[in-house]
C-alpha cells in the first residue's frame, strides 16, 4: 500500500469486506484448551449461546497433560467460521484454534453399527463389512456389531449401505483431526 | 514489588489474609458489598486489613457501585456477596458490566467444598450461573490459588476489552492456612490481547479517509475505556472530520464542539444518523454496531465502506463486514492513524459540500421540545436546567428510560468518564448505586443521578449507605409517575392502551428520603428550577430531588425499533 505520506489515490469502491463471510463448506476446528474443569461447559454454552450448531465433537487428551483437544466439526454455510472461531478464541482457557484445511489434514472417526444379520443377509453384510475394512467385534445368530474407523463421509456411506438390513443401533465418536506432515496441527 | 520483599520466605498466612494482601497489591482501595455465612472468613479478614469496605444493602446496588467506580476512575470495580442468593443477586450487574465492558472483579462466598453439589444451604451453582455473562470466572479448588486467581481475575477485567470476573471461593477453602508469598506475574497463556494496530491497515485507513468525500466518524464506550478521547479529537481535528457517538461514548468528544453531530441510533439526532445514511466512509471505533445504532441491518449505511478499530476482533464483521479492520487499542492506534492521515495533506476543501448538508440537517432539524408557557416542567428542560446549575462540569449517572435518553440528548458532556449509564442491558435501577460507587471514586466532584421515578425504586435502599457512608450524591428524580418509556412505546405502537405503566403518587419521595437520613426536595416551578437545583446541588450529604415533569411525553426523535435511520418521526 505504498510508504507513509505517498499521495496514491485509493478508490473506496474497491475495498471490499474482509471478513464475516460464509464458506459453503464442512469445517473441522481443532482447539487445544487447558485441561481445567468447566472448559467444555463454556465451550457449549457460547455455541448454544450464539446460535453456532455444532455437527459433531469430540474432546480427548493430547501428549501434554495440562492440554485436551477438542475437534469439532461445523457447516460453515450456517456460520461464518471466522466469527466462531474468533468468540472461541475469547474464552480465556482457549490456547489454540486451527481451522483446518481439508487437504492437509487427516480426520478420522470410530463408528459401531448393530445391525440385524440372520441367514441371508449375513454373507451380504460381512461383504460390506470387508470392503469398507470394518471389524466384526461381536456376532450373534440375529446380528453382527461392526466396528469402523474413517472419515466422517466413509462412516456415512458406511451408514447408508447396512440401513436396508436394519440397523439396530449406531455409535459415532465424531470425528478427530491432526495436520499431515512434520508441523503441528 | 521491592527485592527484599520478593526474596523473603513464604509466610503462612489464612487465605483470606492472603486475599487482603493480593486487593491491596492491585491497589483497591474501596470494596461494596454484603456478608453472609459462605464469606464470614473473608469478612473477619476484613475486620483489620486497612482496605475500605462499603456495607450496601443489596448486593445489586454493591455491583453496580462498583461498575460506577469503575467507570467513574477507569479503575477495577470490587463487589462482595455471599454464596446462594448473594451470589445470584449479583446476576443482573455482572451481566450488565459484561454488556458494556465494565471491569469489576465480582468475589463471591460458596458452601464448603463437601457440601458442593449437594443442594446444600445457601448452595447455588455461580460458575454456572454466571457463565454465559462473565468475561472469566475461576472456581477456587486449593486455596494456594487464591492469590494468583485473584491477580489473574484483576488481569483479565482490566486488560484487553475489560469485563466482569468473578471469583467463588468455597468456605472451608478460604479459612485455610496457606504459605503466601507475593504474586508478581500472571501466566495466562490463552489470553493474550491485541492491543498494537496493524501499520500497514492503518495506512490504508489514512487513505480511505483522504479519499473519502462523506466521512464520519462513530464512536462508542471502548473509546472512553481505553481513556482516548484526547487521541480521538486529535483525529477529528486533522481534518473537519464529523463526529457521533453512541449512548456509551458521549464524552469521548466534547458535546459543544462545532464537529459533534450529537449522539446517533434510536433516539440521535437527525443530523447524526442521517449522516450515517449518506456516508461514504464511517470509521468506526470501539463501537460495536448494536441494533440500536443500525435499526433496519440490511438497509444500514447503504453506501459506507467501513473502517471498523476495535480492541475485540470478535466485535469485527459481527454485524457489519468491515473493509478496513485494525484490531487493538484505540489509545495506541488513533495517534498513529492521525499521524498517517496528516502526512497525506489531503485536500480539506473536498468535506465542504458534506458540510453543508449536515449543516441543512442540523438547522431544519435541531432536537427541539414544545416548552409550556406555564410553570410545568418539561423533561427536556429540566436536563437543561441540570445542565445549567452544574456548569456542565458534574459526572452525570442515569438510570434507564425516558430521562436517560433525555440526558444523553441535553447535557452536552465536555470529557470521557463524565457521563455513566447502563446502556447494553438497559437496567432500571443501575442509576443511584452507580452514582453512588461514582462519587466513592471521585469525591471531590459533583456527581449526580438523574432517576427516573420507576428506577429509583429498584435499588433506592442503597439511600441508607450513602446516609451511613456520608456519599453525597444528589439524586434528581425525573417524575413523571409514569414507567414512561414503555408508556411512550404503548403510545405510539399500542394503540395508547396503557398497560401497568401508571405508578401514581407511591412513594412520597421526600419523605422516603428522609426516612433515609438523605435530605428530600420537591421541585415543581420551572421559572425557579436552575436556582432550585443549585441550592439543592448545595446541600451537605446524599440529597434525592422529587422533580415534577410532564407526564406525558415523548422521547423524540425516534427511529422505531427495526427500521433504517431514514424514517425517524418526531
Ligand atoms: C430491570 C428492568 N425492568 C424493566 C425494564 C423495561 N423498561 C425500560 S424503560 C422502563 C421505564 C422506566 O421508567 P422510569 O424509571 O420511570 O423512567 P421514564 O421512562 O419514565 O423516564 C422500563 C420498565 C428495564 N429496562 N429494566
Ligand atoms: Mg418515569
Known amino acids: 500500500m505504498g510508504e507513509p505520506g505517498t499521495k496514491e489515490v485509493l478508490s473506496l469502491d474497491e475495498l471490499e469486506a474482509v471478513a464475516g463471510l460464509r464458506t459453503g463448506r464442512k469445517h473441522v476446528l481443532s482447539i487445544l484448551v487447558e485441561n481445567k474443569p468447566g472448559v467444555l461447559t463454556r465451550i457449549a454454552g457460547l455455541f448454544a449461546r450464539r446460535g453456532f450448531n455444532i455437527d459433531t465433537l469430540a474432546v480427548g487428551p493430547t501428549d501434554d497433560e495440562r492440554i485436551s483437544r477438542i475437534t469439532l466439526t461445523l457447516d460453515g454455510a450456517l456460520h461464518p467460521i471466522d466469527q466462531v472461531t474468533k468468540q472461541l478464541h475469547k474464552l480465556i482457557n482457549v490456547l489454540k484454534i486451527r481451522d483446518l484445511e481439508p487437504r492437509e489434514t487427516l480426520a478420522r472417526e470410530l463408528a459401531m453399527f448393530k445391525v440385524s444379520a440372520d441367514g441371508a443377509s449375513r454373507a451380504e453384510v460381512m461383504q460390506i463389512c470387508e470392503i469398507f475394512r470394518g471389524k466384526v467385534v461381536d456376532v450373534t445368530k440375529r446380528s453382527v456389531v461392526i466396528e469402523l474407523t474413517g472419515t466422517c463421509d466413509k462412516v456415512d456411506a458406511f ?27 | 514489588m521491592g527485592h527484599a520483599q520478593a526474596y523473603q520466605e ?42 475500605r469496605h462499603i456495607l450496601v444493602r443489596h448486593e445489586a446496588g454493591g455491583g453496580h457501585a462498583a461498575e460506577g467506580y469503575a467507570k467513574a476512575t477507569g479503575k477495577v470495580g470490587v463487589s462482595l456477596a455471599t454464596s446462594g442468593p448473594g451470589a445470584t443477586n449479583l446476576i443482573t450487574p455482572i451481566c450488565d458490566a459484561m454488556m458494556d465492558s465494565v471491569p469489576v472483579v465480582f468475589i463471591t462466598g460458596q458452601v464448603r467444598t463437601e457440601l458442593l ?135 469521548a468528544f466534547p458535546g459543544t464542539h462545532e464537529q459533534w453531530l450529537g449522539m446517533l441510533g434510536m433516539h440521535g439526532t437527525r443530523a447524526a444518523n442521517y449522516a450515517m445514511d449518506e456516508a461514504d466512509l464511517i470509521c468506526a471505533i470501539g463501537a460495536r454496531f448494536d441494533d440500536r445504532v443500525t435499526g433496519k441491518l440490511s438497509e444500514f449505511a447503504p453506501r459506507a465502506k467501513f473502517i471498523h478499530i476495535d480492541v475485540d476482533p470478535a466485535e469485527i464483521s459481527k454485524n457489519v463486514p468491515a473493509h478496513i479492520p485494525i484490531v487493538g487499542d484505540a489509545k495506541n492506534i488513533l495517534p498513529r492513524l ?79 468518564r463524565r457521563w455513566i449509564n447502563s446502556g447494553g442491558l438497559g437496567t432500571m435501577g443501575f442509576g443511584l448505586p452507580a452514582a453512588m460507587g461514582a462519587k466513592v471514586g471521585c469525591p471531590d466532584q459533583t456527581v449526580v443521578c438523574v432517576a427516573g421515578d420507576g428506577s429509583v425504586q ?60 438523605a435530605t428530600g426536595i420537591r421541585l415543581q416551578d420551572k421559572h425557579t428550577l436552575v436556582d432550585d437545583m443549585k441550592a439543592a446541588l448545595a446541600v451537605d450529604g446524599p440529597v434525592l430531588v422529587d422533580v415534577r415533569v410532564t407526564r406525558e411525553e415523548n422521547t423524540y426523535p425516534m427511529i422505531p425499533a427495526g427500521q433504517p435511520a431514514r424514517n425517524m418521526v418526531g
Request: charged share 20%; proline share 6%; aromatic share 10%.
Open chain 2, 338 to 416: 492521525t499521524a498517517e492521515y496528516r502526512a497525506l495533506a489531503a485536500d480539506p476543501g473536498r468535506l465542504e459540500e458534506w458540510w453543508s448538508r449536515i449543516r441543512v440537517w442540523q438547522e431544519r432539524h435541531p432536537l427541539r421540545y414544545d416548552d409550556s408557557t406555564d410553570s410545568e416542567i418539561k423533561p427536556q428542560y429540566m436536563v437543561q436546567a441540570l445542565y445549567e446549575a452544574t456548569g456542565g462540569e458534574a459526572i452525570v449517572v442515569s438510570d434507564v428510560g425516558q430521562h436517560q435518553m433525555w440526558t444523553a440528548q441535553y447535557y452536552h458532556f465536555p470529557q470521557p
Open chain 2, 117 to 251: 453439589g449437594t443442594d446444600g444451604f445457601q448452595e447455588a451453582d455461580m460458575i454456572g450461573i454466571s457463565m454465559p455473562v462473565v468475561k472469566h470466572s475461576f472456581m477456587i479448588q486449593d486455596p494456594t490459588e487464591i492469590p494468583r486467581s485473584i491477580h489473574e481475575a484483576f488481569h483479565i477485567a482490566r486488560t484487553g476489552r475489560p469485563g466482569p470476573v468473578v471469583v467463588d471461593i468455597p468456605q472451608d477453602l478460604s479459612r485455610a492456612d496457606i504459605p503466601y508469598e507475593p504474586v508478581t506475574d500472571v501466566r495466562l497463556p490463552g489470553y493474550q490481547p491485541t492491543t498494537e494496530g496493524n501499520q500497514k491497515q492503518i495506512r490504508i485507513a489514512a487513505k480511505a479517509l483522504a479519499n473519502a468525500r462523506r466521512p464520519i466518524i462513530y464512536a462508542g464506550g471502548g473509546v472512553v475505556s481505553a481513556g482516548a478521547g484526547a487521541e480521538l479529537t486529535e483525529l477529528a481535528m486533522s481534518d473537519r472530520f464529523p463526529v457521533t457517538c453512541t449512548v456509551m461514548g458521549l464524552g
Open chain 2, 10 to 51: 513464604a509466610m503462612n498466612m489464612r487465605a483470606v489474609d492472603a486475599l487482603m494482601e493480593c486487593l491491596k497489591a492491585e491497589g483497591v482501595d474501596v470494596v461494596f458489598g454484603l456478608p453472609g455465612g459462605a464469606n464470614l472468613p473473608t469478612y473477619d479478614a476484613f475486620y483489620d486489613a486497612g482496605i
Open chain 1, 159 to 185: 451408514e447408508q449401505l447396512v440401513r436396508p438390513f436394519g440397523l439396530i443401533e449406531m455409535a459415532r465418536t465424531g470425528e478427530i483431526a491432526i495436520a499431515r506432515g512434520r508441523g503441528e496441527t
Open chain 2, 458 to 517: 429498584m435499588n433506592a435502599q442503597e439511600l441508607a449507605t450513602c446516609a451511613q457512608e456520608g456519599i453525597a450524591i444528589k439524586v434528581f428524580i425525573m417524575n413523571n409517575g409514569y414507567l414512561g418509556m414503555v408508556r411512550q412505546w404503548q403510545e405510539l405502537f399500542w394503540d395508547k392502551r396503557y398497560s401497568q405503566v401508571e405508578m401514581g403518587e407511591w412513594p412520597d419521595f421526600v419523605k422516603l428520603a428522609e426516612a433515609y437520613g
